[in-house]
């Protein structure tokens, strides 16, 4: 009968030491959502050229040249994906980071590549 008592009462302990460590441990982080981006690099212009996510956001790319090779590079994410002319490049990476970082293309060919930039904005 006393290994009964000692059992129920263990049984007791247990499940109220887990109940409280789950009332007081503090609440799992949500995580980042997953974003679908479309963007197109055409007539030396990004479209968008503004790109808002929260941070931990998984972030998916799908960059397309449109007209002539262009780049889409973050350089505050070190990523620099190219796409051939009439291409499509697709890439994913986790929004880490809070702030605004420019995109541009990083390409030479042509001096009006530099005229190609936008924003990505981690919320």
């Known amino acids: 009968m006393a290994t009964r008592k000692n059992s129920i009462l263990g049984i007791v302990c247990l499940t109220c030491s887990v109940a409280a460590i789950s009332v007081l441990a503090p609440p799992a982080r949500a995580q980042g959502q997953g974003r679908e981006i479309a963007v ?11 790109i808002d996510v929260r941070k931990d956001d998984i ?11 262009h780049s889409f590079t973050i350089g505050g994410y070190r990523i ?6 009439r291409q499509t490049v697709t890439f994913e990476f986790r929004a880490d980071t809070s ?9 030479t060919q042509d001096d009006r590549c530099r005229q190609m930039h936008g924003e990505l904005v981690v919320r």
């Open 40 to 50: 197109r690099g055409d007539q030396f212009a990004f479209s968008p050229s503004h």
């Open 59 to 69: 972030v998916k790319v799908t960059f397309t040249a449109v007209d002539m090779p």
């Open 80 to 85: 620099s994906k190219r796409a051939a002319a």
């Open 99 to 107: 702030g605004a970082f420019p995109f541009f293309c990083n390409l």
